[in-house]
């Protein structure tokens, strides 16, 4: 008799036992249980090669040189007086007249000119205008003088053939916003030991430039010729 009391209060308990699971179950759904990590963050990618932007960068211009050069006689003046001026520049230096006896010659790519006063309106010293110069150029952004050197040459054309050219060159640079250091040779001339001053020239281009920037001053400066 207990035994079969001992079996019913056992069975009663699991009875009421899986009464508690089942109201248990009915009180907190499954749908209220913590649910699995769904987090709309997205999970870090392995890294992919990125392409690099295209280049804006100007392709990178070789020194100057003068081999393959030709050159030809450029003439400009004022022409109801006929006085004017003769110089060889490159023959593919375009010219732009800046003045009755001032002109500029760029070359096709921009990067160096020369650009010449003929007939200078001041009747001065070299030693005058070189001074005047170097004051102007205090004030240059990155001026920097590397040399001011005193020079004389022998005439090639034939209209001033036996003729002597005296000059004073300076050699400096500059600092240009858009293209950096620029290099420039300004040369001062007085033709066979003259008092005043007959021209100036300068050739301007970049550091690396500068061996060939010198020839083709020389070449201007030893070729002109002033008409009539």
Known sequence: MRTRTRVATTIAAAVLAAGVTTALLLTHPASSAPAANTSSTPKPSAPTPSTPAPSTAAPTVPPLTTAGLTYTNRVWGDAKTELGVIVPVPSTWSMAKLSTFESRFTSPNKLWT???DGVLTKSQPRATYVAQ???????TPGFRLLSQTDSSGK???E???GLTFQHTTLTYTY????????????????????TDTGFELSVSGRPED?????????K???????LP
């Open 159 to 161: 209209v001033f053939a």
């Open 175 to 194: 600092t240009d916003p858009a293209r950096g250091t620029r290099l420039v040779l300004d040369r001062f001339v007085t033709i066979d030991k003259a």
């Open 114 to 116: 020369l650009r010449l």
């Open 220 to 226: 201007a400066t030893l070729g002109y010729v002033r």
């Open 133 to 139: 110069k170097l004051a102007a150029l205090r004030s």
């Open 210 to 218: 500068q061996a060939a920037l010198e020839t083709i001053a020389t």
């Open 155 to 157: 005439a090639t054309s």
